[in-house]
């Protein structure tokens, strides 16, 4: 029964009812025809006085009354199959039409299920907007209604809290990269102003990657605005292109033409940063071996893979969470540690999967497929 929809169970119910009942008023019929035909025909015939017929007529009169019981019974049995015949008949109607009746109460609950499933962040602005009267499906659409008033009015405020927070915290480290960038230009600065003003512009620039990776997690967590048909292999060469190279490192690439459905400038930074982490979390003389296949139903799958430290299966989950780096939380100077996490955000705005793995050799795999 669990595994059969509403619709179907509401009918199976309401046709298991109506079989119930139509057997207990089928049997309470039989009896009383029973009883009446006992009491009015048959028992009759035996309420003659004693001594008012010969022997003779006696015989005739008990066969009569053996006949007539028979005959009773006869039309007991053919009342009873006709009955059940009847109530089969009725029974199958009524059973297409408690299905017919299911379908039409059961109607606004798919008009409620369609409509959230139809709605992402761009479309909240939409409503079911029952019409009938207040029973429990009108209020249940009227509470969903609610809630997608308030979850619409939650997203306009996170939309202005990102494009605020990308202004107010850009411009004072823009203006702090600016003003020591210009102490290290002055000819009388002391040297060691000048090794201040290096490492200050050192921290600064830590704190500015730091801040664009929490604005791009948040934009990358938000629905898409951009969709179209994107060559992920030109995406993929792009941001091998710009990729910092580290001495030491081989890249190997195996690129094969895949098209994907998304925003161009979220994907090159998922690739980006894939491709970033594999080269800055290597050994020394590693290799970064970079994949791109072409889906089965469309869309395309891009592995990357790196020497480096050992990874434990146990830790690999816990890489795409904020602020985590294999084997290090601490030294800022390696990274935010937001990168994977943008990566698995991204995706799956994108409606893709990653997956992540740990190599016997050391290092890591990293698979992100996108739909197409």
Request: hydrophobic letters at 40%; proline letters at 5%; one cysteine or more.
């Amino acid at each position: 029964m669990k595994r059969l929809g509403l619709r179907m169970r509401l009918t199976l119910i309401y046709g298991g009812l109506f079989f119930l009942a139509g057997s207990a008023l089928l049997w309470i019929t039989y009896l009383l025809t029973a009883r009446s035909l006992n009491g009015k025909f048959v028992k009759v015939l035996g309420a003659r006085p004693p001594g008012s017929a010969a022997p003779d007529s006696d015989v005739m009169f008990q066969q009569t009354q053996i006949e007539m019981e028979q005959r009773a019974d006869k039309a007991l049995n053919e009342v009873l199959q006709w009955s059940i015949s009847a109530m089969v008949m009725i029974g199958l109607a009524a059973v297409v039409i408690g299905y017919l009746v299911a379908d039409r109460a059961l109607k606004p609950l798919n008009t409620v299920t369609e409509t959230a499933r139809r709605l992402s962040e761009s479309t909240l602005h939409e409503r079911i907007a029952l019409e009938g009267p207040q029973d429990e499906v009108k209020r249940l659409a009227d509470t969903f209604d609610a809630m997608l008033g308030r979850l619409h009015r939650v997203f306009d405020a996170q939309r202005r809290f990102i494009a605020n927070a990308s202004h107010e915290l850009r411009t004072p480290l823009a203006i702090n990269r600016t003003v020591l960038e210009v102490s290290l230009e002055e000819p009388e600065a002391s040297p060691d102003l000048k090794a201040l003003a290096r490492a200050l512009l050192g921290t600064n620039a830590r704190y500015e990657r730091l801040i664009e990776g929490l604005l791009l997690l948040a934009q990358s967590e938000q629905e898409l605005t951009t969709r179209k048909p994107v060559q992920l292999e030109r995406v993929v060469r792009t941001a091998l292109e710009l990729t910092p190279a580290k001495r030491g490192v081989t890249v190997h690439e195996d690129l094969r033409p895949a098209v994907v459905e998304g925003d161009p400038l979220f994907l090159e930074r998922c690739v980006f940063n894939l491709v970033e982490n594999a080269i800055k979390y290597n050994a020394r003389d590693g290799h970064v071996w970079i994949t791109l296949r072409e889906s089965y139903g469309g869309g395309g799958a891009v592995t990357v893979e790196n020497t480096g430290p050992m990874v434990s299966p146990f830790e690999v989950e816990d890489l795409f969470e904020p602020f985590r780096r294999n084997g290090d939380r601490v030294q800022s100077g390696r990274g935010a540690g937001l990168g994977l996490s943008i990566v698995r955000a991204i995706a799956e705005a994108h409606g893709g999967t990653v997956t992540a793995k740990p190599r016997s050799e050391g290092g890591l795999s990293v698979t992100v497929r996108l739909p197409g």
